[in-house]
């Protein structure tokens, strides 16, 4: 089938701890109780030596439903796009059978991010149909860590916000700032830095 | 093993017409002989239905060697980040075994677009490692069509070029754009207008 070696097809998985760790029945029910989940899972990414200190998960904004989680696999799978943002969003989407997650017969949905989002996630939020993003670590966070965050201006955000999405900022910030300075600490690749 | 449904696999593959339509073994030696590939591509993921106007390669500069291939996925695939430009930067760097296709040993690459890169992959082209973008459509052809493109400003075009990415703009643009043109005249969807 794939005697060429650029047509087979590509897999992206979850490390193999989320299985015991993530508790998928639950309702999260607020913003902090949503934001110690994608910080335990940015955490375990960093123990566990299965990528970069950041985590994200899907949720149903109403009834808190954890949709998806995701967390940084650019290493683990080499693939520079896999930040925790894109690979919750597909999970979302790959578990909805929907390429947006706005839709008449769907709930809404948010994302919420252990740190703001680099210019490709940020890009990737507005064609993912969430309607809130709730952030934890600020890019400057990040940066001052050497994690570099690309081309994100303050207009970048309000194009976002001119187009329905709500922006939530600095939810246990202090919180998830500690795990990317304990994978500093580890001595953990910057990559792309 | 994936008794939740949250936990199964993803994958990501080429629509069958790929195998037939990519030459693989040839150098694609100008921008115009590369560009061409791209719209080719674009081209047949309009005409067998396969997804949106847009398609993307990489090639090695220098060699002019194809190393992959991307088209627009979003709806075969129900994803909203699989635009053509990060289906070739994840299956380049599949082939290439890295998360980055700029490394000591590796040859410099570049991505080929047949139209400007949205906020998205503007974004990942920085994660990617390319060294060069050459772009066939412009932003303004694709918004007069009714796509988005997001949150990129000139800015964001300098920040790439400051960190050494070059850009090259209209290559066959009418070709290009003639593309986007025939997926509005089939009544394509217009995904996250």
Same mark, same amino acid.
């Given at each position: 089938m794939t005697s060429d070696p650029g047509l087979a097809a590509l897999r992206v998985d979850y490390p193999p701890w989320v299985r015991d760790q993530v508790a998928w029945?639950?309702?999260?029910?607020?913003?902090?109780?949503?934001?110690?989940?994608?910080?335990?899972?940015?955490?375990a990414n960093v123990e566990q030596e299965t990528g970069g200190p950041f985590g994200a998960a899907i949720f149903e904004a109403e009834s808190g439903k954890l949709v998806s989680?995701?967390?940084?696999?650019?290493?683990?799978?080499?693939?520079?796009?896999?930040? #925790?943002?894109?690979?919750?969003?597909?999970?979302?989407?790959?578990?909805?059978?929907?390429?947006?997650?706005?839709?008449?017969?769907?709930?809404?949905?948010?994302?919420?991010?252990s740190c703001e989002p680099c210019a490709m996630c940020l890009g990737a939020t507005l064609w993912s149909g969430v309607s809130r993003v709730v952030c934890g670590a600020a890019?400057?966070? #990040?940066?001052?860590?050497?994690?570099?965050?690309?081309?994100?201006?303050?207009?970048?955000?309000?194009y976002l916000e001119d187009r329905g999405v709500r922006i939530a900022r600095h939810v246990l910030r202090e919180e998830a700032k500690e795990i990317l300075e304990l994978y500093?600490?580890?001595?953990?690749?910057?990559?792309? #830095?």
């Open positions: 029945g639950r309702a999260y029910r607020s913003d902090p109780d949503r934001m110690r989940l994608v910080i335990a899972l940015a955490r989680v995701g967390m940084n696999s650019v290493v683990r799978l080499n693939n520079c796009a896999l930040h #925790a943002e894109i690979v919750a969003f597909m999970m979302a989407q790959r578990r909805i059978g929907s390429f947006t997650l706005k839709a008449p017969n769907l709930a809404v949905h948010e994302l919420v991010t890019r400057e966070d #990040a940066t001052r860590l050497r994690f570099e965050e690309g081309p994100v201006f303050p207009e970048s955000y309000r500093r600490s580890r001595g953990g690749t910057i990559y792309n #830095a």
